[in-house]
């Protein structure tokens, strides 16, 4: 049974960090990537960050290259996003969810056909 769990939301003011974490087991790493994805209030779910089951291949949104930083401890079972100079912008509900790997090696983070989401955390920064 896949299993994702997210944790590490909080309240940050703006230029701080945070540390999202995914438990996520259950399922073959060589057929997903494990992926952050965020919805902000009113707008479209994007992919935020995504990394290979084996975690050397890695893919970052356009908007948060340089701050973000996706990791995954495979003997844990976790995947971190490590996210750092947060921005207002940056508020909305984050998910964990798995990405098809002939997706992900395609198309990168991309919401698309996904079956296996986590609950969300949110992530509010104030201004």
């Known amino acids: 049974e896949v299993q994702l769990q997210a944790s590490g939301g909080g309240l940050v003011q703006a230029g701080g960090s945070l540390r999202l974490s995914c438990a996520a087991s259950?399922?073959?790493?060589?057929?997903?990537?494990i992926g952050w994805f965020r919805q902000a209030p009113g707008k479209e779910r994007e992919g935020v960050s995504c990394i290979s089951g084996s975690g050397r291949s890695t893919y970052y949104a356009d908007g948060v290259k340089g701050r973000f930083t996706i990791t995954s401890d495979i003997a844990k079972n976790a995947v971190y996003l490590q996210m750092s100079s947060l921005k207002p912008e940056d508020t909305a509900v984050h998910y964990c969810?798995?990405?098809?790997?002939?997706?992900?090696?395609?198309?990168?983070?991309?919401?698309?056909?996904?079956?296996?989401w986590g609950k969300g955390t949110q992530v509010t920064v104030s201004s």
């Open positions: 259950g399922f073959s790493r060589d057929e997903y990537y």
């Open positions: 969810a798995l990405v098809d790997v002939r997706i992900a090696t395609m198309y990168g983070c991309y919401d698309y056909g996904i079956d296996y």
